[in-house]
């Protein structure tokens, strides 16, 4: 006999009702309804898409929260906060089989647009061709009026097009994508610069990207712009004038010392070679890579050692490090010349670092976001004193904010915040009350 508590049941009925209290919310907006799935680039593109809607109109972009929780939440509550919208951009991922489809069931989206397929949550889904299925689930949620965008470049995207319901737009470097890309250029400190033609017209594109590959979830973004009538000299505006998510390739300069690039959101193996690219064509005095945790973990100590051997061509210093860091099979000659350096934990990478700064000098902070790494440039600029090596937190330390408290102290502080919170409400509220006895 199965026992169901009393929580249970109470949880199972409050999700229930959220869900009915979302859908009822989809149901009377009249917003135009924007979902953004791929492999990668898909939190890039909902947030810089997001940007540029807002200058035509308004917007609620729910970034990074990309599961159907935080749909719910997004329909039923956010939205209700932010009032009356004419775009929501919604960014729908896919952790496991059968992830997506409830998501775009619920989000009937208006607009679908699909960047990449690559082999992420590899114990999950174990082929390119169940990847796909997985996000081919929002484009099947179009109705007939329904716009699907696509990468002409990625054939298991470019596939989905095939029994479409909707109109179907291209876009990539192939010759046969509606919108196409050329002229790609980045060496940092050089932004990306690229151009976009289509039959209507042509824009030239400055970014504030540092890296060639950000150009795909750039195109996807001002494609889905202009397609929902943005001018295109307001997109173009509006791009040069995006600021980058946190953690996803953003330069940090700090004064007379390093620049970062911090890219410690997620690490799949696909991602390194783009990420060093990047690096292999920025100028600077001197360059080091500090790599973290792979994402995907089959066949790590081949991937560790494949990617050092990678980064040693690239980089003056190779910094290995958290519990993978042994991994590198780096020679005995690299470790005596400094070449690479295998340090355990975050905090003592960026002691390391302060002690070896050379100003002007270029790091790569390389990780999925179970390490943190973004604490390492955070350093510079802010007093971190939380650096226990896996926090378990999913959100980065810019969302979470509490680097400069010790992370014992985290549940104490976050109970004080509340009462002060608390505190100020009542305030507020008593104060209200006495102004209209008075009046």
């Known amino acids: 006999m199965v026992k169901v508590s009393l929580r249970e049941i109470r949880n199972d009925l409050g999700w229930r009702l959220r869900r009915y209290r979302a859908e009822r919310a989809r149901a009377r ?46 329909l039923y509550k ?17 952790f496991e089989p059968g992830s997506i489809r409830p998501m775009a069931e619920m989000l009937k989206p208006d607009v679908a647009v699909v960047t990449m397929v690559r082999l992420e ?25 329904g716009l699907a965008i696509l990468n002409a470049d990625d054939p298991h995207v470019l596939d989905m097009a095939a029994g479409a319901r909707c ?10 994508a509606d919108y196409r890309v050329t002229g790609i250029h980045a060496a940092y400190p050089d932004r990306l610069g690229f151009s976009l033609r289509w039959n209507a017209g042509a824009i030239n594109v400055q970014t504030p990207f540092p890296g060639e590959h950000f150009w795909l979830p750039a195109a996807a973004s001002i494609v889905a712009a202009l ?15 995006f600021e980058p998510l946190s953690n996803r390739c953003k330069v940090q300069v700090t004064d007379g010392g390093p620049q970062f690039i911090v890219d410690a959101a997620k690490a799949p193996w696909h991602s390194l070679n783009i990420a060093f690219e990047m690096m292999a064509k920025a100028k600077a005095v001197r360059k080091r890579i500090v790599l973290g945790q792979i994402s995907d973990y089959a066949g790590s100590s081949r991937k560790y050692r494949k990617a050092y051997a990678i980064a040693r061509d690239i980089a003056d210093e190779v910094i290995y490090t958290g519990d993978n860091a042994h991994r590198s099979r780096a020679s005995d000659a690299d470790r005596d010349s400094g070449r690479f350096v295998e ?45 226990i090596p896996a926090c378990g937190k999913q959100e980065g330390c810019y969302t979470c ?9 985290h549940k104490s502080f976050l109970a004080d915040r509340r009462l002060e919170r608390r ?17």
């Open 29 to 74: 907006s009249k917003a135009t309804f924007i979902g953004i799935t791929g492999s990668s680039g898909k939190s890039t593109t909902t947030s810089l898409l997001g940007h540029i809607l807002a200058g035509h109109g308004t917007v609620h972009a729910q970034v990074l929260a990309n599961t159907l929780k935080a749909l719910v939440r997004t």
């Open 78 to 94: 956010r939205m209700k906060r932010a009032g009356k919208v004419d775009y929501v951009v919604f960014e729908a991922g896919a």
């Open 121 to 145: 949550h590899f114990s999950k889904f174990r082929t390119l061709e169940a990847v796909a299925r997985e996000k081919k689930a929002l484009v099947d949620a179009l109705s007939a009026g």
């Open 167 to 176: 109109r179907v737009v291209t876009f990539g470097q192939s010759q046969a």
């Open 227 to 241: 397609e929902l009538g943005v001018p295109p000299e307001k997109v173009a505006a509006r791009t040069a004038l």
């Open 343 to 387: 340090i355990r934990t975050p905090k003592e990478v960026s002691d390391h670092i302060k002690q070896t700064a050379v100003p002007g000098e270029l790091i790569l902070l390389k990780s999925s976001s179970n390490l943190h790494l973004e604490r390492i440039a955070l350093a510079w600029t802010h007093d971190v004193r939380c650096w």
């Open 401 to 409: 904010g509490l680097y400069e408290v010790p992370f014992e102290e």
């Open 423 to 439: 505190r100020r409400r009542y305030e507020r509220l008593l104060g209200g009350l006495g102004f209209r006895r008075r009046s």
